[in-house]
């Protein structure tokens, strides 16, 4: 079932691309998380995104959010691509589509494309957006619009 406005994020682990294990209890409750699943690294748009949300990460932390983008590409490809586009958040691997199913992230172009789905959660760990579109920039605004309304 589908995360909503309104449902708290359960509690997750799941190796970042510094391979350590990631446990989502390390920020949920603590302060507000945007967690933003994408389709693949290095590909055109996933790529716009993840620097759109690097050019923006400044403001996320000044609004005393965090970012953590998720896809299913190994820590090693994880690594690369921030390490190659300065990447200054989390990425975390997702290789067995667990936390796809945990949030219920659904797959676009006739189910062929994993979803490109941005959550957003406040400080107590309560989804206050969940945004699904394929086109990658929009996620940041609509991200940001939510951390700004809170502040």
Aim: aromatic letters at 10%; hydrophobic letters at 35%; charged letters at 25%.
């Amino acid at each position: 079932m589908a995360l909503k406005i309104g449902d708290k994020i359960p509690s997750f682990s799941a190796m970042d691309s510094q391979g350590n294990v990631f446990e989502s209890d390390s920020v949920l409750g603590k302060k507000s998380v945007v967690f933003y699943f994408y389709p693949k690294d290095n590909t055109r748009v996933c790529t716009e995104q993840a620097c759109s949300f690097r050019d923006q990460y400044e403001e996320f932390r000044d609004l005393g959010a965090e970012v953590i983008g998720i896809s299913s590409d190994s820590t090693k490809s994880h690594q690369k691509f921030a390490r190659q586009y300065h990447l200054p958040f989390t990425l975390l691997s997702d290789a067995d589509k667990k936390l796809r199913k945990l949030f219920g992230v659904p797959n676009d172009l006739l189910g062929l494309i994993p979803g490109r789905v941005t959550y957003v959660a406040d400080k107590e760990g309560i989804v206050q957006l969940v945004f699904n579109s394929m086109s990658g920039k929009i996620h940041i605004q609509k991200a940001l619009q939510i951390l700004r309304k809170k502040k």
